[in-house]
């Protein structure tokens, strides 16, 4: 209406007026008003002609609280045309009413009544009607507080929210969360028949459309007087989804006052969420953190949503935990301290008698060090700060290595440049004894391990074999099998037993013999080096490096031959034949 009349309104009023002696600007719009018609409306006027400020009167209204197109109804109103109010105008009007005075003491047809009327009748009994009068108010907050507009407001939502709180939005679902918090959320609420004379309208405005300086008290205030938090938590979630997180793309070609804006908008939405568990996603709460790292939020900020994630970690996916270390700026490496901080939170609040969370999470950090291993850009000194992380997660699952192999074989591959010494450094965090028979078989084949891990995994694999041989003499149970004679029973203790004595000194031997097996292959592979070139290939008829080493460790096929002997052929000190031993 402002922009399409706002030319002609100036013309209208001095047709309308008989004698147009005052002048007002509103936004760049002129009226001419009738300085006698204004002054049995408004108190103000009357006492500013009353003070002979006649010739300033317009200086002294030039600071009115008003825009062109409300004006407009109050310079009719004064000259007695029917007030057209709606939701969108009648906080406008009610400031500029007050701002000149159109009170009941002055004048029985006032504006200030008439707008108040229509405000608690057609706009407070009303969901809708109440959020879109809030928004229209943040163009008038400083009068609209003053006036209490705005309380009145936030007790209408209140109230509203506490008889209905689905108002709010539907909660959010945590199939994985086993607490009772979320008890009934999904159960279609519905208020009553009584109450729904207070509840007008189903699909209600989202309390999410206001803007921070007027969402930020109204959940605080809701948050106070018992609003259900998981109803406040999806508004919440429903809050920084429109003002976070599509503004937040693009940032390096961000102005300073919007980064400013957001990080605020940021650090307000984590003070605002509850700390309960199984009330918001694990995946919400990851983005935000790293919204929170990209715009340099608060420590106190990322702390909380840190907190909140290592409550429910056995929730979240391996994408959630690639966190930048420097924000979206700097995506090639990750903030290895703050998972670790997480995982911790998680430990130390970690209460429940299974340990199916504590095998989930472990699980979650083995996948992840699988999945960034194949980074070319991931420093060593990363992915082992990671794999420790990884073997601590897993300590009390009894948990077996082979994600932790799959993982250092990942690398390898990827980071082929690494020197004998350096994969050496990355395979330390391997315990050779915790893989199973198929890791042991898969690693003994593997010409990207160090030649010192082989020598470990083969010597691993035999223990196992020997302990196998040895479990099959006892039943599941653990006990040994009775035999009818106590003396046959004796006799297969006692050679059990020789047996164990046996390994272990047979373990003795072999730990003497991997030093004195990595030296001679040191040398063999020196001296191989030395006759063939860098770039060695395997041909026809000739015997390879790597089965050459074999050989020479007296196991030339696969893992299950790890005992056989090497046969060395000897001469006949007469005939010159040779012989086998």
Known sequence: MANKGSRDVSTWLAKSSSSSDLQLCVQGVPFNLDIGLLATKSAKVTALLKENLHENLSYFLQDIPSDAETFELVARFCYGYELQMSTENVIPLTCVAHYLGMTESHSSNNMLRKALTFFDQKVLPNWNETIKALRVAENFLQQ???LGIIDACFESLIAKALIDPHLLGAPVRNPTCDDDSDKNVDDGYRPIARRRLFVLDWQSEDLATLSLKLYEPIIHSMKQRGVPLEYLAASICQYAKRWIFPSAHGNENMSVHKRKSLRDVIEAV???LPNDRGLLQCTFLFEMLRYAIAFEASSDCRTGFEIRIGKQLEEATVKDLLIPSQGYAKEEQYDIECLRRILKYYYSRYSSSHISG???VADLVEEFL????SDIDLKMDTFLSIAEMSISASSGTQRNSDGLYRAIDIYLDKHGYLTELEKEEVCRVLDCHKMSPEACEHASKNERLPLRVVVQVLFVAQLQLRDTITKEMQIPDGKLIKEEDDHQEAENEAKV???????????KIMNNKVIELERECFIMKKEIEHSCSLNYKVKRGKISLWREMKRKFGCVTTIHDCNCQVKKKKV???????LVD
């Open 144 to 146: 609209a507080v003053h």
């Open 370 to 373: 699988e999945e960034v291993a």
């Open 497 to 507: 037993s020789c047996d164990e004595e046996e390994v272990m000194n047979e373990i």
């Open 358 to 360: 504590l095998i989930t």
């Open 572 to 578: 006949h000190p007469r005939s010159g034949k040779s």
């Open 270 to 272: 984590e003070k605002l």
